[in-house]
């Protein structure tokens, strides 16, 4: 904001906005989700995601049947069950804040199976196959998402600062470069984990009798002291992996560098990434109506030009056999164009992800402003020729 003194006030020439509402960043990166850089990374992500969780269907890698629609595994209440959830000593929350499960309930429905997925390693009651199904796909969500998240942050940090920023190829490199910092960030947290569970685990092998059940319930205050911080890194890990892979396509740090400032921005500033994340989600409506109205747009409009050529009749029979109704379904031009049709969806559907990413590489750059007061505009580059 500029300003200058006068004797009836200070009038004000010229607001700068970014001054004024530095969230404002969340707002261009939601721009900058629809540059095709982004789009396709996204894309990429998605089909590769998808591949490796098919892999780990045919290798019998199980999680639990109907994860999503039992209202929880090992009696952990989780996120998108449907039906109403049951207060649980494991969940307290169900009972002293329901409207928070309520809202869970809402979340889409494959955000709410990442979700599920997520918390059933963490379900004391989960089998070693389920615990070992679901971080298999874990393994594989964090690896592909450490090479084209790396990527993306990348190409948007660049974008938001007015740098020139790799296109599909060069973000890609940079994410091949730049991924095991990515994935280890969430693997030594993990480690750590782990790690600080070994007492725990030794208290549950006296827990088998009666007499150590029965000094496990003495010293329990203990157990859950000592599960603060547990929880600490569990939440940490979750709340603060986007960051981890903001942190490197901003800093080009190291794990232990996206580590630390994810945690330090998570804990020091959680209303800010709070409101952040709520601000993302209201703009995440209009910016998926826009793609949804493309998508559409492209796809109608395709078939609107064909139709001119093809006829009233024909273009009928067409659309029946995409359809899957009429007798044109078989034909091979059909399911070529089914085929295309199909990869529009895809594109469409990946777009959450590219908007994901997009918004964690602003909300990182806010964060960083308000715990270290760097400016906005600061990112690291490279030298010329290394970007790709």
């Not at 090992?74 to 804040?97: D, I, K, N, R, Y």
């Not at 979750?238 to 942190?247: H, I, N």
Request: contains cysteine; glycine residues 12%.
């Amino acid at each position: 904001m500029t300003s200058e003194h006068h004797p009836s006030g200070t009038i004000v020439h010229e607001i700068r906005w970014s001054d004024a509402f530095p969230w404002w960043l969340l707002f261009r990166a939601a721009g900058v989700a629809f540059s095709p850089t982004v789009i396709l990374l996204a894309a990429l992500g998605a089909v590769a995601t998808w591949a490796g969780w098919s892999a780990c269907d045919s290798l019998g890698f199980a999680i639990a049947d109907g994860m999503a629609d039992s209202g929880g595994v090992g009696g952990l209440v989780l996120p998108g069950a449907a039906g109403g959830a049951v207060a649980t000593p494991l969940a307290p929350s169900v009972a002293a804040m329901p409207w928070l499960h309520d809202l869970g309930r809402r979340l889409p429905r494959p955000l709410a199976e990442l979700v599920t997925m997520v918390n059933v390693p963490f379900s004391p009651t989960a089998t070693w196959s389920q615990r070992l199904g679901a971080l298999a796909r874990i393994g594989w969500f964090v690896l592909v998402w450490s090479i084209f998240g790396t990527g993306i942050t990348r190409h948007v940090a660049l974008k938001l600062v007015g740098e020139e920023a790799p296109g599909p190829i060069g973000a890609t490199l940079y994410g091949s470069r730049k991924w095991l910092p990515s994935f280890n960030s969430v693997l030594f947290v993990l480690f750590g984990i782990v790690a600080l569970s070994i007492p725990g685990a030794l208290l549950g092998l006296a827990m088998r009798t009666e007499w150590g059940l029965a000094f496990a319930g003495v010293v329990w205050p203990l157990v859950l002291l000592g599960a603060v911080v547990l929880a600490i890194l569990a939440i940490g890990v979750v709340a603060g992996w986007p960051l981890m892979v903001a942190a490197v396509g901003v800093e080009r740090g190291d794990s232990f560098q996206a580590i630390s400032t994810a945690f330090s921005y998570l804990y020091q500033r959680p209303l800010h990434y709070a409101f952040y994340a709520l601000v993302a989600l209201l703009v995440a409506v209009p910016a998926l109506a826009v793609a949804g109205l493309f998508a559409d747009a492209t796809g109608t409009l395709a078939m609107w030009a064909a139709s001119f050529g093809m006829g009233h009749e024909r273009t009928a029979a067409v659309l029946d056999g995409l359809a899957g109704t009429g007798g044109e379904a078989a034909t091979w031009g059909v399911k070529a164009i089914s085929f295309w049709s199909r990869g529009l969806a895809t594109l469409l559907s990946s777009f959450g992800w590219g908007y994901f990413w997009a918004i964690a590489t602003a909300a990182y750059m806010l964060l960083r402003q308000d715990v270290d007061g760097t400016e906005l505009d600061e990112v690291v580059i490279d030298e010329p020729g290394t970007e790709g």
